[in-house]
Every structure is written in structure tokens, then in C-alpha cells.
């Protein structure tokens, strides 16, 4: 099965600063991978995602970039507000064959945005 | 659009007793999943299923049914809750397509005594 490493497990930034969370995994069939936000006591809500034929998505604050040869990809969130406190989850999505696919969920980031 | 539904919130049971979660989704997805999510151990998958009536297995199954009667619900029952099943249970549901995002239901907080 996928193994799937997130780093690092906790985050504490300044506002305005910009944070970066990595995400390794094993699979090479994997071909979809987004990240989820968590804030506390909610569910997780899809941010941002990234298609394996595609190396860098940016969206306003946040961004990711993939490298397929290393197997990892990170998300970038600049000039970092309060409001970006939250668990974040990457979750590469494998091809388990005969049209199944499942998301493989990373154990999660605590960023914490210090006013 | 309600989106993705989960009855009830909370619940608490004694070893030993059973129950059922529902999922209900007005999205037309094909794809459902039951994960559970423990402190430190992001979203484990539970069981999915990619239509009505097919259920299969995800990560971790032991001690957990799926059924799927109906397309937009999907229900997960515990037929003998044990401590361990002590956890926050999310639904979520898809389209198919790689590309598309899962709706996540709010959550039903758990607790096994």
C-alpha cells in the first residue's frame, strides 16, 4: 500500500511569514495529489490540488509543486494570516485498479500563525 | 444542497452494544468512503464503495459492515462497539474522475466506554 510521510507534524510561523509543508509518498501510480484543511472541531475541506502532468499549481496564497522523480510535493502558503491555523493533510490518490481509487491521508501538520 | 450529511453526532456506547452511522449525500456521487480519525493518525479508510450496492475494503475494516442500498446513503455499523472503535468517523463522498474532490459530512464523535 502507499506509505505516506508528512513533514513537519508541527508549524509555528509569524504572520505575515510564509510556512511550507513537504509530503513524501511510495506509490509511483500515484497520479493525483491534493491537500486537505482541517480547522479545528470542522472537516477536512479540499485547499488546493495538483495533477501528475503538472510540476507547480498556484492559487492566490497557497501553492504546490510535485516532483514525481523524488515522490514528493509540497504546499507553500505566503504572507501567512490567523486564519491559516489549521491541521493540513496531504493525500495522494492511487489507482487501486478496476475504476477504484483511493486517497492515502498523511497523519497531518499543525500550523499555528502567530499574531 | 445539504452536501454531505451524517447522523447522529455524537454517541456513546458500552462494549459490547452495536449501532449504525448513517452517511446521506444529495450530490449524485458515485464514490462514497467511511475514514476514521484518531489523534496523531490523520484519516484512516474504513470502507468505500464505488456504487450502489458494491462495498469494499479500505485500511482498516476489522470490526466494521458497509452497506450501500441506495446511492445517495451509505452506513456503517458496528455490531460489537470495542474501546478501540473510540474515534471521529467522517463520511465523505466523489465523483469518480481523478480530479475530484471528496465532500467531507461534519462528523460523528464516538465514544466506547
Known amino acids: 500500500g502507499e506509505n505516506v510521510e508528512q513533514h513537519p507534524s508541527t508549524l509555528s510561523v509569524q504572520e505575515g511569514d510564509s510556512a511550507v509543508i513537504k509530503c513524501t509518498y511510495s506509490?509511483?501510480?500515484?497520479?493525483?495529489f491534493p491537500w486537505y484543511k482541517q480547522e479545528l472541531g470542522k472537516r477536512p475541506q479540499l485547499i488546493i490540488d495538483?495533477?501528475?502532468?503538472?510540476g507547480e499549481k498556484k492559487d492566490q496564497r497557497i501553492a504546490v509543486t510535485l516532483n514525481k522523480t523524488a515522490k514528493h510535493f509540497s504546499l507553500h502558503i505566503t504572507e501567512t494570516q490567523p486564519e491559516d491555523s489549521a491541521v493540513y493533510f496531504c493525500?495522494?490518490?492511487?489507482?487501486?485498479?478496476?475504476?477504484?481509487?483511493?486517497?492515502?491521508f498523511g497523519k497531518g501538520t499543525k500550523l499555528s500563525v502567530i499574531p | 444542497n445539504a452536501g454531505v450529511t451524517q447522523t447522529p453526532k455524537f454517541r456513546v456506547l458500552k462494549t459490547g452494544q452495536s449501532m449504525t452511522l448513517l452517511c446521506a449525500q444529495d450530490?449524485?456521487?458515485?464514490?462514497m468512503y467511511w475514514y476514521r480519525q484518531d489523534p496523531g493518525m490523520g484519516l484512516r479508510l474504513i470502507h468505500y464503495?464505488?456504487?450502489?450496492?458494491?462495498?469494499a475494503k479500505g485500511e482498516v475494516p476489522d470490526g466494521y459492515n458497509v452497506s450501500r442500498l441506495k446511492k445517495q446513503n451509505f452506513l456503517l455499523g458496528l455490531e460489537s462497539a470495542a474501546p478501540s472503535q473510540t474515534s471521529v468517523y467522517f463520511c465523505?463522498?466523489?465523483?469518480?474522475?481523478?480530479?475530484?474532490?471528496?465532500?467531507f459530512g461534519p462528523g460523528t464523535r464516538l465514544t466506547v466506554l
Open positions: 465523505a463522498s466523489s465523483y469518480p474522475q481523478v480530479g475530484n474532490e471528496q465532500f
Open positions: 506509490d509511483s501510480a500515484s497520479n493525483y
Open positions: 495538483i495533477r501528475s502532468n503538472v
Open positions: 493525500a495522494p490518490r492511487v489507482h487501486l485498479g478496476a475504476g477504484s481509487y483511493q486517497l492515502t
Open positions: 450530490m449524485n456521487h458515485e464514490y
Open positions: 464503495s464505488v456504487g450502489e450496492g458494491t462495498t
